[in-house]
């Protein structure tokens, strides 16, 4: 089963960017959907951001033209770009990764946006 570590959380002030990075213990070339969910204060789980080995990709509307997700499958990365970030946007980052095998989250990175 792959093993998933997050990177790149922190506190930043809006307006600002922050890149989130996902590593994978193993190859993902072939896992066909990774993504980033975040959890915020009170709320359930969300969808961010999801690439299929496919190159397909999915957003959350309320990050659409500010959040960019990328695979780089040389050294087994996903990463998320953020940027124009909103207090809104304060929550724990998860990376997810999906295939055949079944569904493996990351344990999470903070990111508090402050105003």
């Known amino acids: 089963q792959v093993h998933l570590v997050e990177s790149g959380g922190g506190l930043v002030q809006a307006g600002e960017s922050l890149t989130l990075s996902c590593a994978a213990s193993?190859?993902?070339?072939?896992?066909?959907?990774m993504g980033w969910y975040r959890q915020g204060p009170g709320k359930q789980r969300e969808l961010v951001a999801s690439?299929?080995?496919?190159?397909?990709?999915s957003y959350a509307d309320s990050v659409k033209g500010r959040f960019t997700i990328s695979r780089d499958n040389a050294k087994n990365t996903v990463n998320l770009q953020m940027n124009s970030l909103k207090p809104e946007d304060t929550a724990v980052y998860y990376c997810?990764?999906?295939?055949?095998?079944?569904?493996?989250w990351g344990q999470g990175t903070q990111v508090t946006v402050s105003s």
């Open positions: 690439k299929t080995s496919g190159g397909s990709t």
């Open positions: 997810m990764s999906q295939d055949e095998r079944g569904t493996v």
């Open positions: 193993e190859i993902i070339f072939n896992i066909n959907t």
